[in-house]
């Protein structure tokens, strides 16, 4: 459960997509640079964007870069490798192998429910991320702000953000 909600998240920041967008990504796009350096994942065929609609003319599919920390943090910067998601990916992967064996599923996500045996509804993808940001701030300190009403919208805003304060390119 929670290396769901975690690799979830951190795919969500890691993209600065919607969870929508997120949900959408298909298993047997997901592929992983030789030496970890990256992983790249695609949405299904039949994903229709939020800012797409059935009129646009052919819907080009775009392949999403996610790039490892594991290789910045290895040169001595201070960050925890355990908040990689590539790591994340990897290990997700790994772990829901056999589960992937016994059942059809064709998105990235899986229910961590015990003889789930479909794709999850994006309802659900989003109920994990809005859980675990619940769950974050309750375990937290009592300095620090809670939410109210979390959203996984807000995922979205806090990669911008972090990605504009580290000088990357937003596009």
């Known amino acids: 459960k929670y290396l769901t909600w975690k690799t979830a998240f951190l795919t969500m920041l890691a993209t600065g997509s919607r969870a929508s967008e997120v949900h ?36 080009v599919m775009r392949e999403i870069k996610i790039p490892a920390l594991s290789p910045s943090l290895d040169r001595g910067l201070t960050g925890d490798k355990t908040l990689c998601p590539v790591r994340a990916l990897k290990i997700y992967r790994s772990r829901t192998k056999e589960t992937r064996k016994q059942h059809d599923f064709t998105k990235l996500f899986i229910s961590y429910k015990p003889n789930f045996d479909k794709d999850i ?3 659900t993808f989003s109920g994990w991320i809005r859980s675990l940001i619940e769950r974050a701030y309750k375990k937290s300190s009592n300095k620090t702000v809670t939410l109210s009403n979390a959203r996984p919208h807000e995922v979205r805003g806090l990669a911008a953000s972090l990605a504009w304060k580290a000088n990357m390119n937003l596009t």
């Open 24 to 59: 959408a990504l298909v298993y047997s796009e997901l592929k992983f640079q030789e030496k970890y350096l990256y992983v790249t994942v695609e949405p299904a065929q039949d994903f229709l964007a939020k800012t797409e609609n059935d009129t646009s003319e052919k819907k």
């Open 121 to 123: 509804c994006k309802n």
